[in-house]
């Protein structure tokens, strides 16, 4: 076992676990290859052990009480590649997510969320190579240990609708892996692996606030930089930083509608430009407490654009905030980072090369580009 | 005192958008909602009383789009706000979609215009009460092309529809169409994805597409909001069982199952075409029953996704999901496990991130994994996209080969070719016109088009491009595939004279229409079409360039012929399995291991049974110098007493319909059929797109066939030389007069 935060809570609480596969024992590249398994065309990842981390991370260094349920568990495995010398993660402290451990963490996880009454939140992330035939299917460190690849991977989709049994009444399923169709998934279109858990005919479903993401639509892939952290886990890293949260009575949270309203925006920004994330929602919930007011991006400018150079910009927020002025003229927009909120966003040309003009704007995602047109 | 937001919405065409269901919701200066998410129409927009302050006011559109404004309510009692919806999508035609779905419009992008779709094509297919589906004339009732989307508006009767796409870039995908009195399609370049289209469509019931909009979004507030506004659409299920079964999947999406029981019964047992009700009930009862623990439910649940699987595919995604679901959980059995089994077929198949099913694959019937790409064999009902080619216009008959064309303005003169190049006077041979022009005028300027090549005094190449894209290509008498049917039966009615009834052949000739596409024909029709055809009178092999190792089993090359002069693909062995479904195995020749050939026939029997296969194999190895490949077909009533005759086609063959006309008789025979005179027109039609002339007969001496009679269903000729061209005569004699009167 892997605990890397184990905060016994009273009462509903948030149990993780965290997947992240980067080394693959059998795959070509890794440490005994395995000639069964070149077919796929997979090979070693560096992306998904610091994506997993990174996430993790987030969520260990998360202020426990600031969930909505509060955090109390978080379990971690990685592997990673032979020679993926950079990655300083301390990888070795953690289990290795071969198919056996991960289902050992599964069945972990399992009972803590389904202890304690039934308000749990649980949070599923898996980064690692993924499949796809009718569905997902995720494959474990191990994969091509056996004659029989599929026993070292196991079916998302089936996992996922069995967990509806689950008494956590909020669950997060996050998916960071490829759906693509491989040669041998043509082959075998419904291949045999197995989910770890089996949905049940008779499962009563408890689950009231689902929050399901696949990083990345059938038959696509979902990418990283090469040693970097995934791009979507980058959104959802963005996303819990407050990209997707809402001002509730004063009090700024994460809510499981905006996370999956807003997640394919920040992946693009992140740079996945090529995925787009299939979401699962039912009722939304809120799921994380900020501790103040999210900042963005705000760039503004004038058009057109040789105004720029002429203009004295200034801002003010409206409620509270006093009037800035930009420092000095410049022939390119104003960058700035500012709490959410409605701007004023102003323009006065002092040699009268322009027409004075303002514009009330608000601030409420990433990046916001503006621009004030002049006459 | 209290201030008032007047939200209005500006519209190019406020009879499409103006109905459509929109949310607006009102942040105050901390962002914090204090107003909405808000339902309102554009064409009449909505009044809003906040207090004088300062606001944020959002227009979620169910493309996912929003629009925000924001306000100074602070001196004025009254603050106009206003969005403009002519941005989505920057076209007209293009906004009703840009505003219900995910819309992408690149400036810099030639969208359909690029190269990647060029003659990329569409087709619509229709399926039958009896379950199978026929190639519909393509008729939409307006039609809009620009770079950014293509867009038909249908009125579609209550039968499913499926739209094909596919092209030589473009790979072939099959989406399901809701089928209502008005139904607006998209078809979008996928930026992301070379030659790949993005596909929509939109119902009249704009309140459904709105509440289906928020939905795939994941915003299930706004959709909850929607509700109030939405939940009309139960009350109107008769009148529309498409919108009643997006408010089913809502319902089923937030666990109302109490406001479900009430008419989720209804929507399945009303609307047998429509699989989505059964599913949303089944759902609807599994989730009680889980409650309950109620076995006679869970029978009843599995009773309806059974059910279901029977109707065909569902028309959402969603459907298709949770039957596989559904089905999955109860496939302890074999008659579920079937079921499955056939919906699977297509869920491999299926883009899941669609919102209605869409698949790849060759026709509605044939799910496919691996991409086709390319024309289909048979042109019926086809438009082309956007952007074509010289060769793909020619070939699909609006422009004639020999037709001459200026470069205007210029004295360049140009004739078409028959493989649908442009010749110019200078010898050179140019495939696109835009390439000519750019040559003679040694200049690349863009604006260079199809409309500088002239036809006649004003008509332009880009013209006929127009009609081209507009036109559904209709099935040409010509079409190989239609001779083969129509040879196929004119042998088999006459094997059959005076046994066969009219009434049998019809509803055969129905299925074959509904293999290649030709559509239904009487054989009252089939026969006036044959003496109407110039069809050859000869049987003679096509003495093309093809070689005679090539030729596949003429039409009525039976089942049941001599193997051991097999030079030809037939077929070696018929099952019939339990389940009624048939196994034929098929020994295919003179095609090398690993090509792709394409098998393809019916089976036939003399009570009636009938059933069409097709099916894209590759040729295995041959073990003992024979390659057998498997052809299954689902169960069509074989009679395990009675012979079987299979007619096979093998792709890349070439084909050699036989017309005969009757003739006066000579003395002790009661009948005579005379094959015609003349090349077959097929051929006509196969050099003139080879370029090849036939080569002349080398001899003509009569070779003896294996019998003076024709006895059975085969006959035996040997000793054919390859290259020679050889006539051969088919005499009918009968017990029974051959009538088509019964």
Redesign the interface.
């Known amino acids: 076992m892997t605990l890397i935060l184990d905060n016994p809570i009273q009462g509903r609480a948030t149990h993780a676990l965290v997947v992240g596969v980067g080394g693959y024992d059998h795959l070509p590249g890794g440490d005994r290859e395995m000639p069964g398994v070149k077919g796929f065309g997979l090979g070693q990842l560096t992306s998904p052990p610091r994506s997993a981390q990174a996430f993790a991370s987030f969520l260990t260094t998360s202020r426990v009480h600031d969930w909505a349920a509060p955090l109390s568990t978080v379990d971690l495995l990685i592997s990673t590649a032979p020679r993926d010398d950079e990655f300083t993660g301390t990888s070795g402290q953690y289990e290795r997510p071969s198919r056996q451990l991960i289902q050992d963490a599964f069945d972990r996880w399992w009972d803590r969320c389904d202890a304690g009454g039934g308000a749990n939140t649980a949070i599923f992330y898996f980064c690692g190579h993924g499949l796809q ?2 569905n997902q299917v995720l494959l474990a460190s191990d994969f091509g240990a056996t004659g029989n690849p599929w026993m070292q991977a196991f079916d998302f ?2 996992t996922r ?1 069995a967990f509806r049994a689950n008494r956590a009444e909020t669950q997060i399923f996050l998916v960071d892996a490829c759906r693509e ?1 491989k040669t041998p998934t ?1 082959e075998v ?2 291949p045999a692996a197995p989910a770890l858990r089996e ?7 408890h689950c009231e606030h689902d929050l399901t993401i696949q990083a990345t ?3 696509k892939r979902a990418y990283g930089p090469e040693r970097g952290v995934s791009y979507f886990t980058q959104a959802l890293l963005q996303a819990f930083a407050g990209s997707a949260a ?5 009090t700024w949270w994460v809510r499981s ?1 905006l996370v ?2 807003r997640i ?1 925006e920040l992946l693009r920004l992140a740079g996945g ?2 995925q ?1 994330p ?7 919930v809120t799921l994380y407490r900020l501790d103040g007011v999210p900042t963005f991006s705000l760039v503004f400018g004038c058009k057109p654009a040789e105004a720029t150079r002429k203009a004295e910009l200034a801002y003010t927020q ?2 509270d905030g006093p009037r800035q002025q930009r420092p000095r003229r410049m022939a390119v927009p104003w960058k700035l980072t500012v709490p ?4 004023l966003l102003e323009a006065t040309f002092p040699d009268g090369a322009f027409q004075n003009a303002q ?4 601030v ?1 995602s990433l990046l916001n580009s503006e621009t004030l047109d002049v006459r | 005192m209290s201030a008032q937001l007047d939200i209005q919405v500006a519209e190019s065409r406020p009879l499409e958008t103006g109905r459509i269901p929109v949310l607006v919701s009102v942040l105050n200066s901390e962002l914090e909602t204090v107003v909405g998410p808000v339902p309102f129409v554009p064409s009449e927009g909505t009044a809003i009383q906040v207090d004088p302050g300062i606001y944020v006011v959002h227009l979620d559109t169910p493309s996912g789009q929003r629009l925000s404004k924001a306000v100074d309510a602070r001196e004025s009692p009254n603050q106009l706000v206003s969005f403009d919806l002519h941005a989505l999508s920057g076209h007209e035609a293009l906004e009703k979609t840009a505003l219900l779905k995910p819309f992408d419009s690149q400036e810099q992008s030639p969208g359909l215009d690029a190269a990647g779709f060029r003659s990329a094509w569409i087709r619509l297919w229709k399926r039958q009460t009896s379950g199978q589906w026929l190639l519909s004339p393509f008729t939409p009732l307006a039609t809009d092309h620009n770079r950014d989307g293509v867009r038909y508006d249908f009125s579609l009767p209550m039968f499913p529809h499926t739209l094909q796409i596919g092209g030589p870039q473009t790979k072939w995908r099959l989406f399901a169409l809701p089928v209502q009195e008005s139904v607006t399609v998209t078809i979008a370049p996928d930026h992301a994805r070379h030659g790949e289209v993005i596909t929509t469509a939109i119902t009249g019931n704009d309140v459904a597409e709105s509440l289906l909009g928020y939905l795939g979004l994941g915003l299930t507030a706004h959709a909850e909001a929607l509700w109030p506004m939405a939940e009309d659409l139960l009350q109107h299920k008769f009148r529309d069982p498409i919108g009643a079964a997006v408010g089913g999947y809502f319902l089923l999406r937030l666990r109302r199952l109490g406001r479900l029981r009430e008419w989720a019964a209804n929507l399945a047992d009303n609307f047998g075409w429509l699989p989505d009700g059964a599913i949303i009930d089944g759902w609807l009862h599994l989730h009680m029953a889980r409650q309950n623990n109620d076995d006679d439910e869970y029978t009843l649940v599995r009773d309806r996704f059974l059910d279901a699987a029977s109707r065909g595919l569902p028309l959402y995604t969603e459907g298709l999901r949770l039957l596989v679901d559904g089905l999955t959980l109860f496939a302890d059995s074999a008659e579920v496990r079937n079921a499955l089994e056939g919906v699977r077929r297509y869920a491999d198949c299926v883009d899941w991130a669609a919102t209605t099913v869409t698949f790849r694959g060759h026709d509605p019937d044939r799910p496919d994994m691996v991409p086709q790409l390319g024309v289909p064999d048979s042109t019926a009902g086809m438009v082309f996209l956007q952007n074509l080619s010289l060769a793909d216009i020619v070939q699909a008959g609006f422009l004639a080969p020999g037709t001459t064309v200026q470069l205007r303005g210029t004295g360049v003169e140009g004739v078409i070719t028959p493989n649908g190049e442009l010749q110019l006077d200078t010898g050179q041979t140019y495939s696109d016109p835009d390439a000519a022009a750019a040559e003679m005028l040694t200049t690349t300027a863009p604006q260079i088009r199809w409309h500088d090549w002239t036809v006649g005094a004003s008509k332009t190449l880009a013209m006929i491009a127009d009609e081209a894209r507009s036109t559904s290509i209709q099935a040409e008498p010509s079409d190989p595939i239609e001779r083969l049917g129509l040879a196929a039966l004119t042998i088999w009615t006459l094997k059959r004279a005076g046994i066969t009834r009219v009434r049998d052949v019809t509803r055969s000739y129905d299925r074959l229409g509904s293999v290649n596409g030709v559509g239904q024909r009487s054989i009252t029709e089939i026969t006036r079409a044959l003496a109407a055809s110039d069809l050859s009178p000869t049987t003679s092999p096509p003495d093309l360039t093809m070689s005679q190792s090539n030729l596949p089993d003429q039409p009525a090359d039976l089942a049941r012929r001599d193997e051991t002069l097999a030079v030809n693909s037939h077929v070696r062995t018929v099952e019939l399995k339990a389940d009624g479904s048939v196994v034929l195995t098929v020994h295919v020749f003179s095609f090398g291991a690993g090509r792709s050939v394409e098998i393809s026939g019916y089976i036939t029997q003399n009570s009636g049974a009938f059933a069409p296969f097709s099916t894209n194999q590759s040729v295995p190895a041959p073990v003992a110098g024979v390659s057998s490949v498997t052809v299954n077909v689902p169960a069509m009533g074989l009679n395990p007493g009675e012979d079987v005759e299979v007619i096979t086609r093998v792709a890349e063959a070439q084909i050699w319909p036989t017309v005969l006309r009757a003739e006066v008789a000579e003395q002790n025979v009661k009948a005579t059929w005379r094959s015609k005179n003349d090349i077959p027109a097929v051929h006509e039609q196969l050099e003139s797109r080879s370029g090849d002339r036939p080569t002349p007969a080398a001899a003509e001496s009569p070779i003896p066939a294996s019998g003076s009679q024709l006895r059975g269903s085969s006959v035996t000729v040997k000793g054919l030389q390859q290259g020679t061209k050889y006539h051969i005569t088919v005499e009918v004699a009968s017990d029974e007069p051959w009538s088509t009167n019964q």
């Open positions: 035939a009718t989709n089936k609708q169709v043509v279109p419904d949905p049940e005919r008779r499962q009563v479903e639509a059938p038959t809402g001002n509730q009575n004063g509608d999956a309203s394919g430009t090529e787009r299939v979401t699962t929602t039912q009722t939304p409206y409620g959410a909120g409605i701007y514009k009330p704007v608000s409420e």
